[in-house]
């Protein structure tokens, strides 16, 4: 804190010393740690040349390559298909009629409470289903009923008044929902559906347990190469940054789509007509001012 607010005073010399402190000591303590990681993995023989040789090979490259490109086609089409699944789902549990929206609840909370894997793998074993269908069917199932409720939750967030203004308008609810409720409960919860697209991401690690060659099936294969050594951290080190780049990526993406919804809107000038003449009385003449 530089300045006074309504819940805090500016700190004064004393304390801000103090705080140069802690950060000081904090640092140390975060450098120190580092410093025993690193030792550990000269120690173990993690940064030896036999161990890093396999990332100089085209073919292992290409692997790489590949298996990121498989990441990224089963986290689009999940994440399509998880948007309209919990629109589908929002709406049926927003439904006026009692049938559709216990139907909608009753999906939602199954595939809330069954775990992503578990639904994968009955997806695969018992349907006969792909390896990247299987995958994508689970992550959507999973992820559709939470950003079902996290749609439902936005909508019931927006004021009551915007919807009663609609209806008295003369809007339909459908009309009302899409025109009205949607776009804003969209705008408010957009964190937290940006939020659950990173654990879709994520998730998408769960393929390799399938056999599909997604971004860590590659690594495992390199990682488990006994004529390298089993370099199994070189692996760790190349693919856990990437993983992390395209989840912060995701993150920047939320925060600038924030930040452009945030902006006043550019109106321009309407012409105005020139006013004319009043409307006639009953009668078809014009009112005229009293006389004198």
Known sequence: ??????????????????????GALSAAVLLALLAWILYLLFDTGQFTHTKWMPFEYRGVQELLLRGLGNTL?????????????????????????????????????????????VMIFFIFVALKVQPLSALVAGLTLYNGSVLAEVLRSGVNAVERGQQEAAFALG?????????????????????????????????????????????????????????????????????????????????????????????????????VATPGPGALLPGGVPPTAPRA
């Open 1 to 22: 804190m530089t300045g006074a607010t309504a819940l805090y005073d500016a700190p004064g010399p004393r304390t801000r010393r103090r705080h140069a402190r802690y």
């Open 171 to 271: 809007m339909r609810k459908t009309q009302v929902m899409a025109h009205v409720l949607a776009p804003q409960a969209v705008r408010a919860m957009l964190p937290a559906i940006i939020s659950q697209l990173v654990v879709a991401l994520k998730d998408t690690s769960l393929g390799f347990l399938i056999t599909y060659e997604e971004f860590l099936h590659a690594g495992k294969l390199i990682a488990s190469d006994l004529d390298y050594d089993l370099p199994f951290i070189p692996v760790v080190m190349v693919i856990a940054p990437i993983y992390i780049g395209m989840c912060m990526l995701l993150s920047w993406f939320a925060d600038w789509v924030s930040r452009r919804e945030r902006r006043s809107p550019k109106t321009k000038g309407v012409a």
């Open 73 to 117: 086609k089963a986290f689009a089409a999940a994440a399509v298909l998880s948007l309209a699944l919990g629109g589908l789902l929002a709406t049926g549990r927003l439904s006026d009629h009692r049938p559709v929206r216990l139907l909608a609840t009753l999906v939602v909370e199954f595939f809330r409470a069954m775990p992503v894997l």
